[in-house]
């Protein structure tokens, strides 16, 4: 089987795929050859689709696994064997939706204080203040950080791709510190040995101890900080394209999922119980009161308790009533009579100045209360000159010649 794995590694990196997309190639069909007991390029397509069979019944893999190990036998027998196409089928069963458990701001802080060794501190530092994948940050090198731009360039992450994100300011002072006491050469987190950078199972271990060590008891391994990356920038106001680029990825719908883990805009949403137990507003104006006996019978309407609904008033009624409505009756004798200047407008309106109506409202407008009342003001007092047998020395006509003067004009 050597002959035809080095063909089939040979034809992946024709083809650009990743290392680690190798090696599940190489693996799935590795088990495939031992079930059998023969060697891949032998086997039929019933027999692979048996084995897939096996894998989900017997075995009960996860639908990944299994989805994984069919692309590899499709990409062996299509590509490097170049049989016909015959499609490996891995029935799709229904995924529970579940969510990663997200680290709050204040578990972060305490997994990145509690590793003892500068060297683990610093590499949970890195992962979270840039959103790196653990592939990502311990292939960095030196010559990627860029303190004068404050960027760390990402060269040839997930998918090939080149991307660059920011360099935060305390993670800056860190890298400094690091330099005094152990100074790297190529790579930032090499091995032992200075050759090649640390393996992704190193990262993991350090990642699990420092959660033992903070007392975090959430699930996820050391990719939970990137996912705590999006969610607490999405949390802070920041758009999702921005996201998008900083995370490096392709499709916008990746980055959509992390809207379900950020629950800022969700829980300041509130509970329609706790709107319901708020006490109504409060309302801005009061209503109007209704009005007296005496207006009322002015607007041609009825007094009585029984039959209270208004008759058709006529036109001299309505100019009454307003006119009356704007001139009220002062409680004292003793207030100085105003000039006409001050009149309100619509009480120039309804009484002309031809009218003989202009001496009532001259006197009696100013002294009209504000409308519509304060709120908790008493009752007006009741009116001491109200009926006065003579009209030339009160300001208060009797009703008869109030009626009279209102209805003249």
Not at 9 to 17: K, L, P
Not at 295 to 305: D, I, K, M, Q, Y
Not at 328 to 354: D, E, H, K, N
Request: charge should be positive; include cysteine; aromatic fraction near 6%.
């Amino acid at each position: 089987m050597s002959e035809l794995r080095d063909r089939m590694i040979r034809d992946m990196t024709v083809r650009g795929f990743a290392r680690r997309t190798h090696t599940a190639y190489i693996a799935a069909v590795v088990k495939l050859a031992k079930h059998y007991h023969r060697s891949p390029d032998q086997l039929t397509n019933d027999e692979v689709q048996t084995y897939l069979a096996h894998l989900i019944n017997d075995r009960k893999l996860s639908w990944s696994t299994c989805s994984q190990a069919a692309n590899a036998f499709r990409f062996l027998y299509h590509v490097t064997l170049g049989r016909p196409r015959t499609d490996f089928h891995v029935p799709l069963p229904k995924q529970p939706q579940k969510l990663p458990e997200i680290l709050s701001r204040e578990e972060v802080w305490r997994l990145l204080t509690v590793p003892p060794l500068p060297r683990h501190r610093l590499l949970l530092m890195t992962v979270y203040s840039a959103g790196l994948r653990v592939s990502e940050a311990i292939a960095l090198k030196v010559s990627d950080i860029d303190a004068d731009r404050l960027t760390i360039r990402i060269e040839q992450g997930k998918g090939a791709k080149d991307r660059y994100v920011p360099l935060a300011a305390r993670l800056l002072q860190e890298l400094r510190a690091y330099w005094k006491t152990t100074p790297p050469r190529t790579w930032l987190f090499a091995n032992r040995q200075g050759t090649r950078p640390i393996d992704v199972t190193v990262a993991q271990k350090t990642y699990m101890l420092a959660k033992l060590r903070a007392g975090i008891v959430k699930q996820g391994g050391i990719h939970a900080l990137r996912h705590a990356f999006a969610t607490h920038l999405l949390e802070a106001g920041k758009d999702l394209h921005t996201v998008q680029r900083l995370l490096g990825h392709r499709h916008v719908t990746t980055t959509m999922r992390y809207f379900h883990l950020s629950q800022g805009r969700v829980l300041t949403a509130g509970s329609p119980w706790i709107c319901r137990s708020r006490p109504p507003p409060e309302p801005w104006r009061r209503r109007r009161p209704p009005p007296r006996a005496s207006a009322r019978r002015l607007r041609g309407e009825s007094t009585s308790p029984i039959s209270s609904g208004p008759t058709a008033p006529t036109i001299d009624a309505r100019i009454g009533w307003l006119a009356l409505s704007i001139a009220l009756c002062t409680p004292s004798r003793s207030a100085a009579p105003l000039r006409s200047a001050a009149i309100a407008p619509s009480a120039r309106r309804a009484a002309p100045s031809a009218s003989p109506t202009t001496p009532v409202a001259t006197a009696t407008a100013p002294n009209a209360s504000a409308w519509p009342p304060s709120v908790g003001s008493p009752p007006a007092a009741a009116k001491s000159c109200r009926f006065p047998t003579s009209t030339s020395s009160s300001r208060c006509p009797t009703r008869s010649t109030r009626w009279r003067k209102v209805t003249r004009g």
